[in-house]
């Protein structure tokens, strides 16, 4: 279990993030909402050690983690795959997903076919430069390096913008195999409501860096919540 307490995030003199506290379980897809400029990709860089965060405590399984680096936090098992994806655009398929070896004994130095039963266009361009995939196809690429990691937990930032509704429809079903296998807790950022609400477990509303909403039954909820994230 990933847990958060009162986290807070400056950038600068400005106040980002005020006192958020959350919780992610193992086998569940916790959404985070809301509009743009409410903190969200804040919170996630913070937790996958992108950020330095002033207040507050993350930790992992009963572990408080300190301030990550975003290298430790890798190590300790937190995957991040953020907003635009940051393929490498001149290295292969093969080559962005031995990145992910850098967290790893050297043991487990392979890729796992499950990376491409998950994602099966990528064995398919294994020897493609990233940068000439498509939008869809560096999304996939960009969580199948993620899941080399093999992660505890796994932050998801946007990942269906930009992104054609075919491959949103396998990404969902990608982010549905995971929660089902019940051993990575899922933090999903998403403004896509239907996409979002389909998937949570639970779902945390942010508004001015702090969290306005939260509801353990989103689609019983849709309402309040739908209300919640359009302030």
Known sequence: MLEIKDLTLR??????LHGISLTAEAGQVTGVMGTNGVGKTSLLKAIAGRHPFTGGTISLNGQDLGHPTAFSAAKAGIAYVPQGREVFPLMTVMENLETGFACLPRSDHKIPERI????????????????????????????????????????????????????????????????????????????YF???????????????????????????????????VSI
């Open 194 to 228: 239907d996409f979002a609400v389909g998937l949570a477990d639970q779902v945390f509303a942010m508004n001015r860096g702090q969290v306005s909403f939260e509801t353990q039954n989103p689609q019983q909820d849709r309402a309040a919540l739908l209300e919640s």
């Open 116 to 191: 491409f039963d998950l994602f099966p266009i990528l064995k398919e361009f294994l020897h493609r430069r990233g940068g000439d995939l498509s939008g869809g196809q560096q999304q996939q690429l960009a969580i199948a390096r993620a899941l080399i990691t093999r992660p505890k937990v796994l932050l998801l930032d946007e990942p269906t913008e930009g992104i054609q509704p075919s491959i949103i429809k396998q990404i969902g079903r990608v982010i549905e195999v995971l929660r089902d296998e019940g051993e990575i807790a899922i933090i999903l950022v998403e403004q």
């Open 11 to 16: 950038y600068g003199q400005s106040q980002i």
